[in-house]
């Protein structure tokens, strides 16, 4: 399988948006959300524009073997004293998981040893249990992170920490 990772237009943000609708369905049952009265998920558009507005962010689109497999959304990190990049959001299509493609993904942008910061839901454990795994694999241990406000039950980690 060829799996491509390329930066999404903005002319592309409704097709990121189409997408974020099924991100948001696979966390409909541990987020506790419901449709709006249209039937679909409620997505902050001024949010999103910021993958093509802020410095340090953007969206991208994955596509195995030519066909869109999903998303993955960077941001800079909001967290003080952390200038890094943060992987926000990947979502595959259920047709293109287990395959790999998270997996390498990952590898290839946080592999050459570059820090990131990572954040994902205590709650989510299919993202849970695809760190955890991947965790091991890096070229050093993640070191987690305390926040201020943990109140968001996000779990942070720092990969590739530098070393001292």
Do not use: C, K
Request: glycine letters at 6%; charged letters at 25%; hydrophobic letters at 40%.
């Amino acid at each position: 399988m060829h799996i491509e990772l390329f930066p999404a237009t903005p002319d592309q943000q409704s097709l990121i948006r189409n997408l974020y609708q099924f991100y948001a369905y696979d966390s409909s049952d541990w987020e506790g959300e419901d449709v709006e009265a249209d039937g679909r998920f409620y997505i902050n558009d001024a949010h999103l524009l910021r993958y093509w507005q802020e410095p340090g962010w953007s969206a991208h689109l994955i596509l195995a073997d030519g066909f869109i497999a999903g998303f993955l959304l960077i941001e800079r990190s909001e967290l003080p004293s952390l200038d890094v990049p943060e992987f926000a959001d990947l979502f595959l299509l259920r047709r293109y998981r287990r395959l790999g493609i998270g997996r390498a993904l990952v590898l290839q942008l946080m592999g050459d040893g570059s820090s990131w910061l990572l954040r994902f839901y205590r709650q989510d454990e299919l993202a849970n249990r695809f760190w955890q795994q991947l965790f091991t694999e890096l070229p050093r241990p993640p070191l987690e992170v305390s926040d201020l406000d943990e109140t968001d039950g996000l779990l942070s980690y720092l990969i590739n920490p530098p070393v001292h």
